[in-house]
């Protein structure tokens, strides 16, 4: 089981952090990434972390200011959220791939509910 917490709302350029918390199964040998959604259209790839942290990738759309860790010891993602614009504004989902990578949206094997954030004045 996989759990967001960490949305809400928040103003243009504001910072929130956003964290996974994995339950029922160890995901430290999982790729783990994060995924957003707007109501109406596609679930979009945000970014993405390797098993051992080695490596990360990110949407052109959030480089250089949103950064995906992870803590294994703790059974925990995170997606730390720098200077948000109101096109950040979604639904922001957890997900785990057990090939260690993350291989898109339709090779990830366990989901979370989702936590939403809000950007507005």
């Known amino acids: 089981q996989l759990v967001e917490s960490g949305g809400g709302l928040v103003q243009p350029g504001g910072s929130l952090r956003l964290s996974c918390a994995a339950s029922g199964r160890t995901f430290s040998n999982y790729g783990m990434g994060w995924f957003r959604q707007v109501s109406g259209k596609e679930r979009e790839f945000v970014a993405s972390?390797?098993?051992?942290?080695?490596?990360?990738d990110y949407a052109d759309s959030v480089k250089g200011r949103f950064t995906i860790s992870r803590d294994n010891a703790k059974n925990t993602v995170y997606l730390q959220m720098n200077s948000l614009k109101p096109e950040d504004t979604a639904v922001y989902y957890c997900?785990?791939?057990?090939?260690?990578?993350?291989?898109?949206?339709?090779?990830?094997?366990?989901w979370g509910k989702g936590t939403q954030v809000t950007v507005s004045s």
């Open positions: 972390i390797t098993w051992s942290g080695g490596s990360t």
């Open positions: 997900a785990a791939d057990i090939s260690g990578t993350v291989r898109g949206i339709s090779g990830m094997d366990y």
